[in-house]
């Protein structure tokens, strides 16, 4: 009785919550490596250049993490 009693209150809806978001995030995270696998996106991205987009952004981000070490 009041083990049912716990699971029942407050807790067990935390708990569901938490389920449903991690569960959501692993369904995102597989999506995206569906998504990218696919050879025609694989193209369609080294055209672009993602790798060199976080290169030239890196220097600004080692700005602002100095800025706000001040």
């Not at 692993?26 to 025609?40: E, K, T, Y």
């Given at each position: 009785?009041?083990?049912s009693?716990?699971?029942s209150?407050t807790?067990?809806?935390?708990?569901?919550d938490?389920?449903?978001?991690?569960?959501g995030v692993a369904?995102?995270v597989?999506?995206?490596?569906?998504?990218?696998?696919?050879p025609i996106?694989r193209?369609?991205?080294?055209?672009?250049g993602?790798?060199?987009?976080?290169?030239?952004?890196?220097?600004?981000?080692?700005?602002?993490?100095?800025l706000?070490?001040?």
């Amino acid at each position: 009785m009041e083990l049912s009693e716990h699971t029942s209150g407050t807790n067990g809806k935390t708990d569901m919550d938490t389920l449903f978001i991690v569960g959501g995030v692993a369904l995102m995270v597989f999506g995206a490596g569906l998504i990218l696998s696919n050879p025609i996106v694989r193209r369609y991205m080294g055209q672009i250049g993602v790798g060199n987009l976080a290169t030239a952004a890196l220097p600004d981000l080692q700005r602002y993490m100095r800025l706000r070490d001040m």
